[in-house]
């Protein structure tokens, strides 16, 4: 059983950074594909990125690439996402998702484990 541990949501102006962690337990954390996704008020939650387990190949939504980077180190079994150029549509809760199959980083919609969510706000 896979746990999962989001931290580094803040408030933020508009053209700001943040650097999200998930913490991740109870499995090897190196067998596991991840993957971050958000939602925003009233909106159904998307993919936002995710990294295959040796973070050698990452795959983004097109609303952020250019602006995202998704990381991962094995060693100390978290995964980041390094968010700059934040815009307030980049607002919401940001969920940390993590699987042992493959498929579901080609197929986000796969993913079986998920964290509880930090709060990203940006303001204009």
């Known amino acids: 059983q896979v746990q999962l541990v989001e931290s580094g949501g803040d408030l933020v102006q508009a053209g700001g950074s943040l650097r999200l962690s998930c913490a991740a337990s109870?499995?090897?954390?190196?067998?596991?594909?991840m993957g971050w996704f958000r939602q925003a008020p009233g909106k159904e939650r998307e993919f936002v990125a995710g990294?295959?387990?040796?973070?050698?190949?990452?795959l983004y939504a097109d609303s952020v690439k250019g602006r995202f980077t998704i990381s991962r180190d094995n060693a100390k079994n978290t995964v980041y996402l390094q968010m700059n150029s934040l815009k307030p549509e980049d607002t919401g809760i940001y969920y940390c998702?993590?699987?042992?199959?493959?498929?579901?980083?080609?197929?986000?919609?796969?993913?079986?484990?998920w964290g509880q969510g930090t709060q990203v706000t940006v303001s204009s």
């Open positions: 998702a993590a699987d042992a199959d493959y498929s579901a980083y080609v197929r986000p919609s796969r993913y079986a484990t």
């Open positions: 109870g499995r090897t954390f190196s067998t596991l594909v």
């Open positions: 990294i295959t387990r040796t973070g050698s190949n990452t």
